[in-house]
């Protein structure tokens, strides 16, 4: 039963309050104001206590990196068939590759779009951008946009500097990016829409070069066209692929480039001796597939994939019905023979997904493809064809190692029970305890600042803008099934074994029950929960 003092005051939430925090949510406005602040001053200071408290509990429940996360329920033991992007899945390449990207780029700038010479002085920064950034095309502006349109700010970048808070806000008019101007939801620009998103791991080197050219024309006030260098930059990017040039690089340096080969052998191997078919679809050229995986499996790598698909031009392949197939010899000429079968350990160009359906009947959910480009490798797939689709995110291993320090537990632990105190204390609006309030304000927001800056300085985690999923985020838990930071993850895993998601309570939802946690997500080795069947 209440007492006359809870009678009077109220309940000021339908939340659950902490035990240490009701006393406080329902103190009665009536009191002095040094009584007040005195008040919320040890509110604050038992929240914090209790805080502490729970730290060294959650400090052991600590994310294995080489968890494999379900966003939707997924049993390996329906699947028959896998399927492989190359590069980032089963060639994983080492931070070299960007430097030469970005290198080769810029001088084509230099020597065949004329250029200033002075670009030359700058080298790729490797630790500048993120995948998934927003580039407005024609105010030449880097961000990071929410899963709701809302630009980050302190994450707006012209060249290598940052733009003021106020400045973003007048040219948005607010932080909200329209709809209109954004690409669609399957990442396609169209006429219009300025707003050009970075999704894959290739376009780090291509953010960074925009960020640098545009960096030098402003030091040195050079007028120019956004819309213009935009294109230059792109097409310079796409000429270090299209002229083959990054692909002798790597052909001929190949131990410099390519890493973890072994554990994409062992996952091939796994699969191949359970008697599960594969297949490869990459848009990268036979003579540089062929010289990688010679690297990673072996001359024989060929007799693992029942079907090979080379210059595949995704995402246009999942869409386009007119390409045909067309096999390739060891020697590397074309045939133009009609293709009636795909054949294992033939090498086959271009085609299209729907005559891929068509010759080998692999439809549906028995299916699971593995990519790095969440639009073009995983998009179309999950949501025209009903394949699973497995994302693979090599960023998670950084940041799940960071979300697992100390600092960020200890962090992180405080600023979501201070948002939970200004939630409660709010209601307290004499001028003597909003002063208290807003410095707690201003100390969530120097924490939310660090917790940003602990993952990327310039631009925070690819996964969230504080406390909402990023753009990124929200496309990554609509087309892929499961996520991981590499191939080499299924190897902790039996092929029976089924991927349940968190239930995590909707806003509405009271958190009845205790917090889930992903099969060995925690830090219990992978060899206590897994089953060991006669077929590993």
């Not at 299209?242 to 790597?250: S, T």
């Amino acid at each position: 039963m209440l007492g006359s003092h809870e009678r009077k005051c109220g309940l000021v939430s339908q939340r659950e309050i902490p035990v240490g925090q009701v006393t406080a949510a329902n103190m009665c406005t009536n009191s002095t104001s040094d009584d007040k602040i005195s008040w919320l001053w040890s509110v604050y200071n038992e929240t914090k206590k209790q805080t502490q408290d729970l730290i060294p509990v959650i400090s052991n429940n600590f994310v294995n990196p080489d968890t494999i996360f379900a966003n939707n329920e997924m049993s390996l033991q329906d699947i028959e068939i896998y399927g492989f992007d190359y590069d980032y899945t089963l060639a994983f390449y080492s931070s070299h590759l960007h430097t030469l990207i970005f290198n080769i780029a810029r001088d084509i700038l230099i020597e065949e779009h004329r250029y200033p010479e002075g670009l030359r002085k700058y080298e790729y920064i490797p630790n500048f951008v993120i995948r998934g950034l927003h580039y407005d095309v024609q105010k030449a502006l880097l961000m990071k946009i929410d899963a709701f349109h809302y630009i980050q700010l302190g994450t707006v970048y012209r060249g290598l500097n940052p733009v003021p808070d106020k400045e973003v806000s007048a040219m948005y008019e607010g932080s909200h990016v329209p709809l209109e101007i954004m690409s669609d939801f399957y990442g396609k620009s169209s006429h219009g829409q300025t707003m050009k998103q970075f999704m894959d791991i290739f376009s780090l080197p291509e953010m960074t070069l925009l960020s640098c050219v545009n960096d030098y024309f402003m030091k040195h006030n050079i007028d120019y066209e956004p819309v213009h260098l935009y294109k230059d930059v792109k097409e310079a990017i796409g000429d270090v692929h299209v002229r083959g040039i990054m692909y002798r690089a790597v052909e001929a340096d190949i131990e410099k480039y390519i890493c973890y080969g072994e554990q994409t052998h062992a996952v091939l191997k796994k699969l191949s001796r359970t008697g599960k078919k594969m297949f490869l679809i990459t848009n990268s050229p036979f003579d540089f597939v062929d010289r990688g995986m010679n690297y990673i499996v072996g001359k024989d790598w060929r007799d693992l994939f029942d079907v090979i698909i080379v210059q595949a031009d995704k995402p246009g392949f999942f869409n386009d019905r007119r390409k045909p197939f067309r096999r390739v010899t060891d020697k590397g000429i074309l045939l133009w023979d009609r293709i009636h079968h795909l054949e294992k350990g033939q090498i086959y160009k271009q085609g299209n997904l729907y005559e891929f359906l068509r010759l080998t009947g692999w439809r549906g959910s028995k299916v699971l493809y593995f990519g790095d480009h969440i639009y073009s490798d995983l998009a179309d797939l999950t949501l025209k064809h009903g394949w699973r689709t497995g994302a693979i995110i090599p960023e998670l291993r950084k940041e799940i190692k960071i979300m697992n320090a100390e600092e960020y537990v200890h962090t992180m632990t405080w600023l979501q029970a201070l948002t939970g105190l200004l939630e409660q204390m709010q209601v307290h609006r004499d001028s003597e305890s909003q002063t208290v309030i807003q410095q707690w304000i201003d100390e969530r927001e120097d924490m939310r600042l660090r917790t940003k800056d602990i993952f990327n300085a310039q631009f925070g985690s690819l996964f969230r803008t504080y406390h909402n999923p990023t753009y990124f985020s929200r496309r990554l838990s609509r087309f892929a099934d499961i996520y991981m930071a590499s191939l080499s993850c299924l190897l902790n895993y039996d092929l029976q074994h089924t991927f349940y998601p968190r239930r995590t309570p909707l806003q509405h939802e009271s958190p009845i029950w205790p917090e889930q946690t992903s099969a060995g997500a925690m830090n219990i080795p992978f060899q206590s929960h897994r089953i060991k069947t006669g077929s590993e």
